[in-house]
């Protein structure tokens, strides 16, 4: 433990200055970011295809051209035209409208799942690792068991005893990702709370909470953001897994996986029923990935040129 | 010009994925490919003599004791180790001599005797006679774990023997039954693989395990059962009737219709059920395929469980039900193999009402019903349906779906619950629906084996209800009880024509279709006639080579 005085600009109540000064410091570091992604080609079209995509459920009703929903049995199966244009499915509903609609429920399924691991893999995970010992014990080796299973398998598994539906579905996807952000989150921790400013702010007696909540996490931000992005991709993957067994969203909902199953059984009369809702699933996923690829690249202080 | 690159770039990547998908593909197949080399192992036997069927079908079979199961695929599978003592001619459900040579009955009807072949051995080995049919008819007699003996002959917990009061070996080659009743159905209904004859040694010996190993004296010989993967008969050379021609029958499992369907284009099975309605055409246009159409003698419907309280529980509500369903544009979802239903009884079956004119689709009509009913403002109910299709509904789910956008018309609010075949009897069975898709392959040719086991209140019994509607009506059940006792068919059908008149009125059901269930096979496959029950023996059936 060093006497000398602290060399790091960090948060020092005494000093309001150094304080204006982090937080310009912090803004450089998101404004340096974004540019790095900007200027990055992959992460960029991951940008692009995350926005169309948000514009895309945002504006459904006006882009989609016909009802999701309706039905036309007679014209079922018809391949795509100008009146459909990627074609009907089996009971003659337009598929590009359902695949519009459809990104209303993927983004909701994304950010909710996501939403749940975060809060409680955040918490979880910086309490293991601030308080350390006992506790650290505790939920790291609850963890370990969560990820012994098969996440897939786990999802089941609670869909299973929670019963079909979309909402448990996204409820099971969640619990599911609780372990990376734990563990991210934890080993994040564990380097911060060393650090002297951590040690300078106990010593003026902040609380626990202060500490945590003030000072450590905000520094986590970073590695939780990256995860966050990447995982939304994979939730979206998962729920439409369970949709394509029959466990997530229930009929008529324009969800993928469940578009998928259902025209599963015309693919070689009708391959376009289940080929562009898994292309939608395809695209989205590889949105989030290229993206969350990008942010990761452009938030590691390491990379700074 | 960055930015373009990176856009071929992804299409470029596009294509790569594209290209190793349809690789899987090719590996699949060549896996096809490797399970097919099999079936050159196969060939070479067939080089040395040797013909083997093989047959693919969705689920496996639950028992091979025939006596405790109602599913088509145990049945199929029994049907080929059993006989009966009187078996039904190749294309209809009069009967012929099996086990059986001549019989002859009392003049009231209470009194059967039969004259049983005295030259067969069971396939363990041991003798036919009288003693054999009598040990299996007071073993169907002891347990309501029978079921077709129940449903059939009127037994219940109370009462195991039914209507058959007793059966007695009063030769070594004849069998008398008495019974309580007369029963006009009697003898189609012993044609039934339900009520094959087992070995009686191999029943002591097994015990419970029977039903692993059974043991007949029809024309093929349980060979290997590989649960979940197939069943393995070989023919039985010593066979009283017709020898099989193949030499071996294997039952394979392949649960996806539509893999089920590759395997027959690439020739690694030979027939198969259950074939989606889409790849009908298909089949028909392949070289190598034929489709042949089973006579239709079956009825899917919607049925709405009147026992339950709530809307369903009127009959006001059930009729507009009846008349907001658009049947035309639901059955167009059977692609070509099914006709319109308006009865519980198809119209092949002598007893038919064609008087009856069916509700037709009026969506004004049925809101004004649903108002008189005080349900102007619609409702919540259930639709439960199955996964996998069966042979009088191709598509269940896609079918509820329709249902369900088409009662949104009337303010009906429908929520689909999908279960698998087997927890969907269970369910349905139990009750626990408000409105379930189901539907009946008639066993023995007669309008009782529909109206009786599918209308009655006597079978309206929650946990094994074969009348899932829960329709219970005095009158109906005293007309299909008469018409069992009654022996002239003239007023028989007088009795069925009455009672479907009732149940039309009551509107228990939404009739859906009767089907010509599809099997594709193989151009080699001669001889083969599907039977209107949904299964029969493969003796007659041949492989060209």
């Known amino acids: 433990m060093s006497l000398q005085p602290n060399p790091t600009p960090e948060p020092n109540p005494a000093l309001p200055d150094s304080h204006d000064l982090q937080q310009t410091k912090a803004r450089k570091l998101w404004v340096d970011a974004l540019i790095r992604i900007v200027k990055s080609k992959t992460s960029l079209i991951g940008l692009c295809i995350i926005l169309v995509l948000v514009l895309t459920a945002i504006f459904a009703p006006v882009i989609a051209t016909h009802s999701h929903t309706a039905q036309d049995i007679i014209n079922r199966y018809q391949p795509p035209s100008a009146e459909h244009w990627l074609g009907t499915d089996e009971l003659g509903r337009d598929i590009f409208s359902r695949i519009v609609y459809g990104t209303r429920i993927s983004i ?50 609670l869909v299973a005893v929670l019963g079909p539906s979309l ?8 619990i599911v990702g609780i372990p990376q952000f734990a563990r991210i989150v934890r080993s994040a921790v564990l380097s911060i709370k060393e650090t002297e400013y951590i040690e300078a702010s106990k010593a003026i007696g902040a609380k626990h909470a202060r500490v945590l909540f003030q000072h450590v996490l905000p520094n986590c931000a970073a590695p939780i953001i990256v995860q966050a992005t990447l995982s939304i991709g994979t939730a979206i993957l998962d729920a439409a897994g369970l949709s394509f067994l029959g466990l997530g969203a229930q009929p008529p909902t324009p969800e993928w996986g469940a578009m998928l199953t259902d025209g599963r059984a015309a693919i070689q009369n009708a391959p376009w029923v289940v080929a562009f809702p898994g292309l939608a699933i395809f695209l989205v996923v590889l ?6 690829d990008g942010l990761r690249d452009a938030l590691d202080p390491r990379l700074k040129e | 010009m960055l930015k373009k690159r990176s856009i071929l770039a992804l299409f470029g990547l596009l294509f790569i994925l594209l290209f190793i998908s349809a690789c899987s593909n090719n590996t699949s197949s060549t896996g096809e490919e490797s399970e097919g080399s099999g079936g050159e192992d196969q060939t070479t036997e067939e080089a040395s003599g040797e013909k083997t069927l093989i047959f693919g079908r969705g689920a496996d079979s639950i028992q091979l004791d025939p006596s405790k199961v109602t599913d ?10 059993y006989d009966t003592l009187v078996r039904y001619q190749e294309e209809s459900t009069e009967v012929k001599p099996a086990l059986a040579t001549e019989w002859e009955t009392s003049e009231d009807g209470l009194t059967w005797t039969f004259q049983l072949r005295d030259d067969i051995k069971f396939h363990d080995g041991t003798d036919f006679n009288a003693e054999s049919v009598v040990f299996n008819f007071e073993r169907w007699a002891t347990s309501a ?4 003996y129940g449903y059939m002959f009127g037994a219940s917990e109370e009462d195991l023997g039914g209507i058959i009061e007793k059966v007695e070996a009063t030769g070594d080659y004849e069998v008398t ?21 087992a070995s009686p040694d191999a029943v002591e010996k097994h015990g419970e395990d029977y039903f692993k190993n059974p043991v007949g004296t029809g024309p093929f010989v349980f060979e290997e059962w590989l649960p979940d993967e197939s069943i393995t008969l070989s023919k039985n050379e010593e066979y009283f009737g017709e020898v099989a021609n193949v030499d071996k029958v294997v039952f394979r499992t392949i649960p996806d219709n539509g893999a089920r369907f590759m395997e027959l284009q690439s020739g690694s099975i030979d027939l198969m059920t259950g074939l989606n309605p889409q790849d009908i055409q298909t089949a028909e246009d392949d070289q190598n395929l034929q489709i042949i159409r089973r006579p239709s003698m079956n009825v899917s419907y919607l049925a709405m469980n009147t026992d339950k309280e709530g809307p369903l529980s009127e009959k006001l509500v059930r009729q507009a039900i009846n008349l907001a369903i658009d049947k035309e544009r639901l059955i167009s979802l059977y692609e070509g193999i099914g006709k319109p239903a308006k009865n519980p009884l198809p119209p092949s079956l002598w007893g038919y009402n064609d008087d009856i004119e069916d509700y037709g689709y009026d969506v004004e009509e049925a809101k004004a019903l649903l108002a008189e009913a005080g349900y102007a403002d619609g409702f919540d109910i259930t639709l439960y349906t199955f996964a996998n299709p069966r042979p009088y509904m191709p598509q269940p789910k896609v079918s509820a779906q329709a249902i369900q956008e088409m009662l949104k018309e009337i303010n009906v609010n429908v929520e689909i619950i999908e279960n698998d075949w087997d927890t969907h ?24 084996n529909f109206l009786y086991v599918l209308l009655d209140k006597d079978n309206a019994k929650k946990g094994s209800a ?20 009654e022996m002239d068919q003239e007023k028989r059908t007088e009795l069925y024509l009455k009672a479907q008149e009732i149940i039309h009125e009551d509107a228990p059901w939404f009739p859906i279709a009767h089907t010509t269930p599809p099997i594709a096979a193989s151009k080699n496959i001669v001889n083969y006639s599907p039977h209107p029950t949904g299964s029969e023996p493969f003796n007659l059936l041949d492989i060209e080579q």
């Open chain 2, 466 to 485: 074969g009348n899932i509607a829960f329709y219970k009506n005095d009158e109906v059940h005293d007309l299909l009880k008469q018409a069992q006792t």
């Open chain 1, 287 to 292: 949105g989030f990935n290229l993206f969350g």
């Open chain 2, 177 to 197: 039954f008495t019974l309580s009743e007369p029963n006009a159905p009697f003898l189609q209904t012993l044609a039934m693989p339900p009520f094959g004859i």
């Open chain 1, 108 to 157: 909701q399924i994304g950010v909710i799942a996501v939403g749940i691991a975060m809060i409680i893999g955040v918490v979880l995970g910086s309490v293991a690792g601030y308080f350390g010992r006992w506790i650290d014990q505790i939920i790291m080796r609850i963890i370990d068991i969560m990820m012994a299973f098969p996440s897939i398998l786990l999802a089941i598994a």
């Open chain 2, 145 to 148: 774990e029978y079921i077709y």
């Open chain 1, 167 to 174: 909402t448990n579905a996204m409820i099971a996807v969640g």
């Open chain 2, 72 to 81: 088509g695929e145990s049945i199929y599978v029994t049907n080929q180790i």
């Open chain 2, 425 to 448: 009897l269970n369910v349905t069975e139990n009750g626990e629906h408000d409105m379930a898709f189901l539907g009946w392959t008639g066993d023995n040719g007669d309008p009782d």
